[in-house]
């Protein structure tokens, strides 16, 4: 075999190897879209919610040494927000 034939033979095979189909552009863009999520939205989400949660144990022990009952301490809470 010569030089040739095997460049031809290689350009054959990648010219079917590389087709692309609208399953493949889907599968990148999910890809893409999976990660985004998992890389900056979900810790955004995660890091706001324990943010509220440690906000709301605050109002709850200040509002206690205040002498507040429950549902004052959930409205002033909520006021916060």
């Not at 999976?34 to 949660?53: D, F, H």
């Amino acid at each position: 075999m010569n030089y040739q034939e095997g460049f031809e033979t290689f350009k054959e095979a990648t010219k079917y190897m590389f087709q692309t189909n609208l399953t493949d552009i889907l599968l990148v863009i999910f890809g893409f879209v999976a990660s985004v999520v998992i890389l900056v939205v979900l810790p955004y989400a995660v890091s706001r919610y324990l943010a509220s949660k440690s906000t709301r144990k605050e109002f709850e022990v200040i509002g206690m040494q205040m002498g507040l009952n429950e549902e004052e301490i959930a409205l002033l809470c909520k006021m916060d927000r």
